[in-house]
């Protein structure tokens, strides 16, 4: 089967991979959306936040060879239970048809002006 790290370009040292091939699926890291990778400028609200990770789940699924027509199963985590219906209204436009299986908990998330984060696997043979 093996295993395949998903690299990419100019994205900052962290320790652990934006992504893995494994066989037939992909397994996308937590993507997050409170600052623009490119600038480092941060973004705010919940709609802007869930675009800027569902981008970065495309960026990495468009590395792996993968679409988001691809994804089977996500997990939303979302700092605000009341940032839900907004949130769905963002995510329905990536997702808008075949959706995949998804899972939404809302954690304490780590950065204090992160309000989601967004992971996936996709299914890609």
Sequence with gaps: MGKKVIKIPDSPALPFSPGIKAGDFIFVSGQVGYENPATGEKIKGIEAQTRQCLEGVKQVLLAADSSLSDVVKVNVYLKN????????????????????????????????????????????P
């Design 81 to 124: 239970a009341e940032d839900f219906s907004r949130m769905n209204e963002v995510y329905r436009s990536y997702f808008t048809e075949d959706q995949p299986a998804r899972c939404t908990v809302v954690p304490d998330l780590t950065m204090p002006d992160m309000l989601i984060e967004i992971e996936c696997i996709a299914y890609c």
